[in-house]
């Protein structure tokens, strides 16, 4: 594709162009913007979906900052990561190109389509981009703009496309071959369907059900304050901890501080029953262990032992992040090795699972697959590498037969 | 998983005790094969897949060296990819660590079992494999083998599980969230199958159809040469070339040399009008552009430019090794630049693409995916990463309201 030949300043100039150009059409993106949330109103959208959708003038000033830092990010593309010497003349390297073409969907969120459009040209790929029904004026009024701006650069402004109905979405599933990585943006069930309706790769995550646990040997103080900032520093985030897994012998004294300050915060506890015994209110069903709430609740468990809380968390978990509070450095040690989440944390809040925390300079995503990328995921997300090998008339029959022999030397990167 | 916190010494030790344990048993897997291959010829399989099951003393010594290869490999595990301090005392590693389960799904390849079996140990990885039906009594007696060496190492035996029927086989297409890959060993046919009905990641490539593109400004001898190597050096895999693309202005002076060389050779020519006006004796059809013949035929188009060279790739090529033979610069930089394929290659034969001349010590695979890992697929294809995080008692909230601040210093690695 050509946009990926474009050189670093041309695409890092062509994201710039789009911010000038979201920037000149404030007014009707704000203008369109209301109109949705006119007619969400008046269809009865749930008010959490109406918040994201809503895109004021101080929210896309603070979405048009994010594009200008993504013009400003290092040039993921052309980085050699392997330089190696196969014999006299015959040198091979690893560099990396774009993917190709990014399929991108969102649920509401028409700040994202910017994020997303701008990291898809920083990075050399194209995009067909689908937003929500409820958003489409939105995503409508910010595409023309953002292709307005690619009018103004090097890159041709088709490599920006908006899909707007729900056939074309279907469609795009279908790409394979066409589309390298479906990027979805909205609720667990939108991206469980999505995983389930494709063969093209998807980035991103269906749950995130994380925990936090505080060890025999825990500072009980340092606990609460972790706990605390993991469930209410912002509850709907996938990092946020939907449980609490508590060892026994400090449970009394964790619980005596830890239930009136929750209650404090606003956060509804529950229990099983060691814990409902030592002050929490409600007691847990079974289904709240495997519940991710994004809300102000969180599921208390008390446990015999560190091996209890693994076990746990490997039925439970879904492989995002957990953390470990202790002072104990066996404990953390084997929690840090025997935990498979994309992120495992000893005495720190799981709020930091995060891209730009992680000094990313950008988030495409958080994904909760195996296989990398894995965890919190930057503009390395949407590049892929390919292999140059450069010879002199060198053929494999010389090799086989002994003839030759490689040298296999490395090279400076 | 336990096998995952060994030390590469323990891991190691197991790989060699698995080789140990096959040379001991080389009898009784020789007179297991010999049984098999008997079978297979009262069912009448065609010659290929015999020679492909056949597994004598020779073969099973040099299977066997291979696995002490492994045990040699360096520690793919533990690796630190990433170390960056967020802050005071809040410091971010990433981290190599196993997959988890792979599920490894063979055609006939007895051999191919050794080889996956210690990869996957030498990576801290469980197995769950699966041969074909004809090699099912040559498979039973390697895995009794390489259990037999594992009772003797620090590895659970169970590690490594042999399926043995096809529902066995359907079943572990089904276990997402429990296997974390799957290797396909064998025919585009099977590849296809595994990855129409599975949700799993699948490591391979249905189709290896690779192009040699002779340019303008080739050196003829040079160029006939490397199609002679690219085409007949083992025609049966996947990296040989299908179709030689020739610039009109060489085309007479190359196919001149080309025809009777490649006549000699016992390959059969198919070519478009162009080449059979200069002496390609059959003509193409057009199935044949995107057909992987795995036999000595190659079709040969004559183009008129490096750009229909290109066109040509994109259309009919399956992404995987694709070379240019020229002197000029300039062609030789566009092609590199514009070919999206895994390797893409300057006067060298498409054979090198392959983990052993890469350099990478064994092979897990040739992968024709876009996202990484592609080409190639040495140990690195067995393992992921994970994100730990090590604090003091650090929340997020401090950096939300301003009062803290991102250092995000690189450290050593």
């Given at each position: 594709m050509a946009l990926g030949r ?92 774009p993917?190709g073409v ?22 050399g790929?194209g ?287």
């Amino acid at each position: 594709m050509a946009l990926g030949r474009l050189s670093d300043q041309q695409r890092s100039q062509a994201v710039q162009a789009m911010a000038a150009a979201l920037e000149a059409a404030a007014g009707r993106i704000v203008a369109a913007n209301q109109a949705d949330l006119e007619a969400a109103a008046a269809d009865g959208l749930p008010p959490a979906l109406v918040a994201r959708l809503k895109l004021d003038a101080a929210k896309l000033a603070g979405a048009i900052d994010g594009v200008r830092q993504v013009a400003q990010l290092p040039d993921p593309l052309g980085v050699r990561q392997l330089h190696r010497e196969l014999d006299a003349d015959l040198v091979l390297e690893r560099v990396s190109v774009p993917l190709g073409v990014l399929g991108v969907i969102f649920e509401a969120r028409p700040d994202a389509v910017m994020q997303i459009a701008s990291l898809a040209i920083r990075s050399g790929n194209g995009a067909l981009l689908k937003g929500g029904s409820e958003a489409s004026g939105s995503c409508a009024a910010i595409h023309a703009a953002l292709r307005r701006g690619l009018e103004a650069s090097a890159v041709d402004p088709a490599a920006l496309e908006l899909l707007t109905s729900r056939q074309e979405s279907l469609a795009l599933l279908r790409l394979d071959g066409l589309v390298d990585l479906i990027i979805p943006r909205g609720s667990n069930a939108l991206v469980r369907f999505i995983q389930d309706n494709t063969r093209i790769p998807v980035l991103g995550h269906a749950d995130g059900i994380c925990h936090l646990y505080v060890d025999r040997a825990a500072d009980c103080a340092q606990a609460l304050h972790l706990a605390l900032d993991s469930k209410t520093q912002y509850p709907a985030a996938c990092n946020a901890i939907e449980t609490l897994l508590v060892h026994a012998e400090v449970a009394p004294a964790f619980l005596a501080a830890a239930v009136p300050a929750f209650a404090a915060a606003g956060v509804e506890l529950r229990g099983d029953a060691a814990a409902c015994a030592l002050g929490v209110p409600t007691a847990a069903m079974p289904a709240d262990w495997d519940t991710e709430y994004s809300d102000l609740i969180l599921s208390v468990r008390v446990v015999e032992s560190l091996e209890q809380a693994l076990e746990h968390i490997a039925r439970h978990g879904s492989r995002h992040t957990e953390a470990i509070c202790t002072t104990d450095a066996a404990a953390a040690d084997r929690f840090l090795a025997g935990v498979d989440s994309a992120g495992v944390y000893l005495n720190c809040s799981t709020r930091f699972a995060d891209g730009f925390r992680y000094g990313f300079g950008a988030e495409v995503g958080i994904s909760t697959q195996t296989l990398p990328p894995r965890g919190p995921v930057g503009l390395e997300g949407l590049v892929t590498y390919r292999y140059r090998l450069r010879g002199e008339g060198h053929v494999a029959a010389d090799y086989a037969s002994g003839q030759r022999r490689f040298t296999h030397r490395s090279l400076p990167l």
